[in-house]
């Protein structure tokens, strides 16, 4: 069985900090890694993923994220948030290969508030 | 736009009650997804469907039911059986040929009155 475990439900933050959402995952499979972000009564966005190659993966708008496979963890940075980053936070992963079915199983969220 | 619509916004359901929440896709995707969202807990999936006329149960999939008759509609009926259905209801779909992205609708809140 798969399970993500993100270790912060709320992270406050002043504008301009550095930020990090830590995710740890259990998996004897080897798995995709995702993270979403959810702003309020919205669906999920794809923020980035990470599928193979790089263990460094970045976004569009200044996310980054490292798969670490011998401590099962794919923590979430920024290096400067703004306001506009507050949202809900979501780590997740999918099998890889032939057992792939598309399931995501997904972390408790982390709760990303960025204070002015 | 291609995307993944899902309605109503918010529904209102009596106790006892079948509802049904609609989640339609013009994305070509073969696979979509009925998740669950309630606060601190993330997402669990309820069901799931890779082909027409074919899905799957989920991890929490008792007091619903889904249909795919075709393949850009995934209809979700929550049952008078779910002894607690008020939360926050996501549609999603993939590239069943991919599995690498999954997209979302924008959700359904159904609330029990």
């Known amino acids: 069985a798969q399970s993500v475990t993100q270790l912060d439900s709320q992270v406050p933050v002043f504008e301009e900090a550095p930020v990090e959402l830590r995710c740890n995952y259990s998996s004897s499979v080897s798995v995709y890694l995702f993270w979403y972000v959810q702003y309020p009564n919205q669906g999920l966005q794809l923020l980035l993923k990470?599928?193979?190659?790089?263990?460094l993966v970045e976004s569009i708008n200044g996310f980054e994220a490292e798969f670490n496979k011998s401590q099962t963890s794919f923590h979430l940075r920024k290096p400067s948030v703004h306001i506009s980053d507050t949202a809900e936070y979501f780590c997740a992963v999918s099998n890889f290969g032939s057992s792939n079915t598309g399931k995501l199983i997904f972390g408790q969220g982390t709760t990303l508030q960025v204070k002015p | 736009d291609g995307g993944i619509t899902q309605s109503p916004k918010y529904l209102f359901r009596k106790e006892g009650q079948n509802v049904t929440l609609s989640c339609e896709q013009n994305?070509?995707?073969?696979?979509m997804y009925w998740y669950r969202q309630d606060p601190g807990q993330g997402l669990r999936l309820i069901y799931y469907s890779q082909i027409v006329n074919d899905f799957q149960k989920g991890d929490i999939a008792e007091g619903y039911s889904v249909s795919r008759e075709k393949k850009e509609s995934f209809p979700l009926t929550v049952t008078s059986a779910q002894k607690n259905p008020t939360a926050f209801y996501l549609c999603?779909?993939?590239?069943?040929?991919?599995?690498?992205?999954?997209?979302f609708g924008q959700g359904t809140r159904l609330t029990v009155v």
């Open positions: 990470y599928l193979s190659g790089s263990t």
């Open positions: 999603a779909s993939s590239i069943a040929a991919d599995w690498t992205e999954a997209f």
């Open positions: 994305l070509n995707h073969d696979a």
